[in-house]
């Protein structure tokens, strides 16, 4: 499909991980990005990874590439009740970011 | 520190009103998006500009959107007339386009302005 997918919803308890898969289609972008959006603010980029990588370890992010399948995932490790917020996954086309619909990670203590 | 600024932030209106919304990119940066974010669409990218030109409004609907950059330190997107339908919340990004295969392309959000159309 011509859409970066991703699953709408993830609830997780605190402490826990958080995996957060995407779907990508341009298999030529570069670089490849997770953003976060906070209630009531616009997104902030969090971590990207360059497509030569598989996998790029942040803190508590860790982003694995599947180029093959164009797949990828962001785990949080330890999850905490902050943490709770929508995530963004987005290709680069041309210099245009195209974002997926978001994944709105729940975290109940 | 350098924010993409948006103002205003709320804006309610009557259908029919035209509404104008402005955004402040950071200083120095190349590139300008309008995104309108709803429950049901998500995230959709409405226009581009690179060096003030407009490169892309495919998403942007031309009887009653205009997006503009009068000079380098605004952009303005209008909507005239407005309907209810467009109730939703724009944001303004900005970023530093580089030339290149291997170009990073981030992009700054602004805070966002939440339209209501009654």
């Known amino acids: ?109 | 520190d350098a924010r993409v600024t948006q103002t205003p932030r709320h804006k309610v209106t009557e259908m029919g009103q035209e509404v104008t919304m402005r955004c402040q990119p950071i200083l120095g940066h190349n590139t300008v998006f309008w995104y309108r974010q709803t429950m049901m669409q998500g995230l959709e990218l409405l226009a581009y500009f690179r060096n003030r030109a407009p490169l892309d409004d495919s998403g942007m609907p031309k009887d009653r959107f205009s997006a503009e950059m009068p000079d380098a330190t605004l952009a303005t997107l209008k909507i005239q007339p407005s309907e209810p339908r467009d109730s939703a919340v724009y944001f303004c990004a900005s970023g530093l386009a580089r030339t290149g295969s291997s170009s990073y392309n981030e992009q700054f959000f602004g805070p966002g302005t939440r339209l209501t159309v009654l």
């Open chain 1, 1 to 109: 499909g011509e859409d970066v997918e991703q699953s709408l919803f993830l609830s997780v308890r605190e402490g826990d991980s958080s995996v957060i898969n995407c779907t990508y289609t341009d298999s030529s972008s570069t670089y490849l990005y997770w953003y976060k959006q906070e209630p009531g603010a616009g997104l902030q980029l969090l971590t990207y990874i360059f497509s030569n990588m598989d996998m790029k370890q942040d803190q508590r992010l860790t982003v694995l590439l599947n180029k093959k399948d164009k797949h990828l995932s962001l785990r949080i490790a330890d999850t905490q009740t902050g943490d709770s917020a929508i995530y963004f996954c987005a290709e680069d086309q041309g210099g245009k970011l195209i974002f997926g619909q978001g994944t709105e990670l729940s975290v109940k203590p």
